[in-house]
């Protein structure tokens, strides 16, 4: 019989939140090359052999590390090292000003790559007045800027005759190029899968190797840290992301831990491959820190560009009349067949669905394969935002994770989109997360960042309290009722959003055989007021054992 390490490390002196419910408060971690040994008081000092190091944590809050079950976490890193990042509440000048700027820095045929802009400014943008606009900004370079959802692109005139589009050129399957009513001349603004042939162009000028995509997931990691995450799932993997995941383990500098979605289809990145060919040789990078265990599929886009599949039509337009409900990537019966055959593979799977109409086709979907026996796999509603009521109770029934990304749930720039676009009372009928919990479904925090500036989650976390907008900007609350407390909202950014990623056998909670992950925090976020949340700083984040980050 081996006997355990001997404990290499003692943390002591802290208020400890285990999320373990055998035991959810202690004083001291015990910990042997980055597990912990023991979670209990004082009285644990008494047993200790040798002479570990010794932390003391001066009566500090500390948790698990915290978890987020949604985000993309290279494309963040990338942007934040190398890309102009704009304001999405800014008014077009604003934008075309930081444009300017950003262009005057870069040489005279360098891509003006990056994104942010307000979804809302698409009509504006839907002009070749805009057009003009940008391209004298840019100087003549080739442009491509995502929008504040990251599921639509503006273009330069430049970007656009490298990617071949032009007045003659047809939109492709699921994507449309917005043209001039006159002229039939692209506007510049990319709908959806519309985006790809520029995406293309773009990476074809772009020499990034391994190192270069390691470099830039270390830094989105950074981040993430710093808000004191330790384990999230990337919601949309492509081959060049699992390459450097392998890289960076391989090398001893993945310090979290990562399970990636393997993308079955794409309308917004123009990644290569895709589908089975991806997941047929996901298990040669599956690491000690990364497990490669979900695919992720498109089921619709997104409210603010009207691709969204709901079940009552959006506001009427001269564009889609007033029936138009949005569309869906896949049939029942395509979603159906790719739900079975990751199943059968041992795969399970994160679905994005924004509009209640894709969440229902997904649930019939899940209901299907779970009649076919396939008990294990994971099945996600990214991003959980409209869920029609009779849909609640099957979340539950079918055992399909609620994945709340982006934090939606309170006033928001984003929000005051889709009412531009969803009725009103509708609209503002977004997250249901008090009644999912109540229905007994599975929530998991998550940030979608970069589509949320930020990975932050203890802004989320307020909001999910408050329903009120934790920077203030925007006044009022959003269908408040729907508030949760702020245990479940810890639980859902922590040990929560573990379970729902397949990674709680490791971490999510501090127990005796898991990793000795987790955070100490400037505040105790269970004894302060609920407005006070927002505010949490992280003191330090540990990961295995080994300190991370310090402020």
């Not at 290279?74 to 300017?100: K, M, N, S, Y």
């Not at 979907?365 to 409209?386: M, N």
């Amino acid at each position: 019989m081996t006997s355990a390490p001997p404990v290499r490390t003692v943390h002591r002196n802290a208020r400890i939140h285990t999320l373990d419910p055998a035991r959810p408060w202690a004083s001291v971690l015990l910990v042997a090359d980055g597990v912990i040994t023991a979670v209990g008081d004082e009285e644990l000092l008494t047993r200790l052999d040798g002479d570990p190091e010794v932390v003391d944590h001066g009566g500090a809050f500390l948790m698990p590390g915290l978890a987020d079950v949604h985000n993309h976490h290279l494309e963040a890193g990338r942007a934040d090292l190398f890309q102009l990042q704009l304001d999405g509440t800014a008014e077009l000048p604003a934008v075309l000003d930081a444009i300017r700027a950003w262009s005057a820095r870069l040489p005279a045929d360098a891509w003006v790559v990056g994104g942010g802009w307000g979804s809302r400014l698409i009509p504006e943008l839907s002009a070749v007045k805009a057009l003009a606009s940008l391209d004298e900004a840019a100087g003549g370079r080739p442009v491509l800027l995502y929008d504040d959802s990251h599921h639509n692109r503006w273009a330069s005139s430049a970007a656009l005759a490298l990617a071949g589009i032009g007045a003659s050129s047809p939109d492709p399957d699921g994507g449309t190029v917005v043209r001039d009513p006159a002229t039939g001349e692209p506007t510049g603004v990319l709908i959806e899968a519309a985006l790809i042939p520029v995406e293309r162009a773009y990476a074809a000028t772009a020499a990034v190797g391994v190192e270069d995509n390691a470099r830039a997931s270390l830094r989105g990691i950074e981040i993430l840290h710093s808000f004191g995450i330790t384990a999230f799932q990337d919601a949309a993997a492509s081959l060049p992301m699992l390459e450097a995941l392998k890289h960076l383990d391989g090398t001893g500098r993945l310090d979290a831990w990562v399970v990636t979605s393997l993308l079955v289809n794409d309308r917004i990145f123009g990644a290569h491959p895709l589908g089975q060919d991806l997941i047929d040789v996901r298990e040669r990078y599956r690491s000690t820190h990364h497990r490669p265990d979900f695919v992720k599929i498109f089921l619709d886009g997104v409210p603010p560009s009207k691709t969204a599949a709901f079940l009552q039509p959006y506001l009427p337009d001269d564009v889609h009349g007033a029936e138009w409900r949005g569309e869906t990537t896949m049939s029942l019966e395509e979603l159906t067949g790719w739900l079975l055959r990751v199943a059968e593979q041992g795969l399970s799977a994160k679905i994005h669905c924004t509009g209640d109409g894709a969440v229902r086709m997904t649930l019939d979907a899940v209901a299907t394969v779970r009649a076919a026996g396939h008990v294990a796999p994971a099945f996600h509603i990214a991003h959980g935002q409209y869920i029609d009521e009779e849909d609640v109770p099957r979340l539950a029934e079918l055992r399909v994770t609620a994945d709340l990304s982006p934090a939606l749930w309170f006033p928001s720039a984003i929000v005051d989109a889709i009412c531009a676009c969803v009725p009103r009372e509708r609209a503002e009928r977004v997250h249901p997360n008090r009644s999912l919990i109540d229905a007994g479904v599975l929530v998991a925090g998550g940030s979608d960042w970069p589509v949320m500036p930020s990975p932050n989650p203890w802004l989320g976390i307020q909001g999910l309290v408050t329903r009120a907008d934790p920077t203030g900007t925007f006044p009022g609350t959003l269908w408040p009722e729907q508030g949760i407390t702020v245990a479940e909202a810890l639980h859902a950014y922590s040990l929560g959003a573990a379970r729902a990623m397949g990674a709680a056998d490791v971490t999510g909670s501090l127990e005796a055989g898991k990793s000795a992950d987790f955070v100490v925090l400037d505040r105790d976020p269970l004894a302060v007021p609920a407005d006070q949340l927002a505010g949490t700083q992280v003191v330090q984040t540990w990961f295995a054992g080994r300190k991370v980050y310090e402020n």
